[in-house]
C-alpha cells in the first residue's frame, strides 16, 4: 500500500460527459501529480501541483484541469469526453517539490472508459 | 524534449534465468534514472535509481548502472523468480527539481516456471 488513494477505482461514462477523478496524496506529501496510462501512448505526465500551486504541465488537454485542495488532495476533471480519453489514470505523490529523489507514490488508479 | 526509450516486450523467461532490459534516454542536463514495476491491478512503485554517472542502484536482486556515456540504464537480474512478472517502466527525472518523471513505454515480463 502506497498511502495513495484514488477514487474512483473505476468509471464508465459516454462521450461528452464530465467526470471527475479524486486523490488523496500520502500524508505528509505536498505534491500531486497525474499520469495518463493507455495502450498506445504509455505513461503521460499530465501536470504536478505543490502545496496548492501549479508546478508543472504536461501533455493536458485543454478539456482537461486539475486542482489542488488546502487539505492537499487534488482532483482532475475531464470535460467533453471522448473515446480517446479512456485510459488508466494515476496520482501521485511524492514528500517535497524539489529533493530530487524522484521517489514518486503512485496510487492503483482510476480506470475510465468512454464509451 | 527528454525522452526514453525502452526495449519492446513481452521478455519471456524461464525461472532462473537471466534478464536484461534494455534502456535509453535522451536528456539536457543531469538527469536521475530510475527503474519502476508495475505489478498486476497495482500502481507502479520504485525498483531503483541511480542519481549520476557511473552509480550502480541496486534492489531485490536487480541491477542497473547509468551510463553517460553510452546513455543507458539497462535493468538487470542474474535470476528471476515467476513474482517478477511485472511490467517495467525505466524513467528519468528533468532535472529541475520537480521531479517531474519521463517515463519509457514500460517492457512487460513473463516469467514461466
Known amino acids: 500500500d502506497s498511502g495513495v488513494t484514488q477514487t474512483p477505482k473505476h468509471l464508465i461514462t459516454a462521450t461528452g460527459q464530465r467526470v471527475t477523478l479524486r486523490c488523496s496524496p500520502r500524508s505528509g506529501d505536498l505534491s500531486v501529480y497525474w499520469y495518463q496510462q493507455s495502450l498506445d501512448q504509455g505513461l503521460q505526465f499530465l501536470i504536478q501541483?505543490?502545496?496548492?500551486?501549479?508546478?508543472a504541465k504536461g501533455n493536458i488537454l485543454e478539456r482537461f484541469s486539475a486542482q489542488q485542495f488546502p487539505d492537499l488532495h487534488s482532483e482532475l476533471n475531464l470535460s467533453s469526453l471522448e473515446l480517446g480519453d479512456s485510459a488508466l489514470y494515476f496520482c501521485?505523490?511524492?514528500?517535497?517539490?524539489?529533493?530530487?529523489?524522484?521517489?514518486?507514490?503512485f496510487g492503483e488508479g482510476s480506470r475510465l472508459t468512454v464509451l | 524534449g527528454d525522452s526514453v526509450t525502452q526495449m519492446e516486450g513481452p521478455v519471456t523467461l524461464s525461472e532462473e534465468a537471466f534478464l536484461t532490459i534494455n534502456c535509453t534516454y535522451t536528456?539536457?542536463?543531469?538527469?536521475?534514472l530510475f527503474w519502476y514495476v508495475q505489478y498486476p491491478g497495482e500502481g507502479l512503485q520504485l525498483l531503483l535509481k541511480a542519481t549520476k554517472a557511473d552509480d550502480k542502484g541496486s534492489n531485490k536482486g536487480f541491477e542497473a548502472t547509468y551510463r553517460k556515456e553510452t546513455t543507458s540504464f539497462h535493468l538487470e537480474k542474474g535470476s528471476v523468480q515467476v513474482s517478477d512478472s511485472a511490467v517495467y517502466f525505466c524513467a528519468l527525472s528533468d532535472g529541475t527539481g520537480f521531479q517531474k518523471l519521463v517515463f519509457g513505454t514500460g517492457t512487460r515480463l513473463l516469467v514461466s516456471p
Open positions: 501541483y505543490y502545496n496548492g500551486e501549479e508546478r
Open positions: 536528456a539536457t542536463g543531469y538527469p536521475s
Open positions: 501521485a505523490s511524492s514528500v517535497a517539490k524539489g529533493s530530487g529523489t524522484g521517489e514518486l507514490f
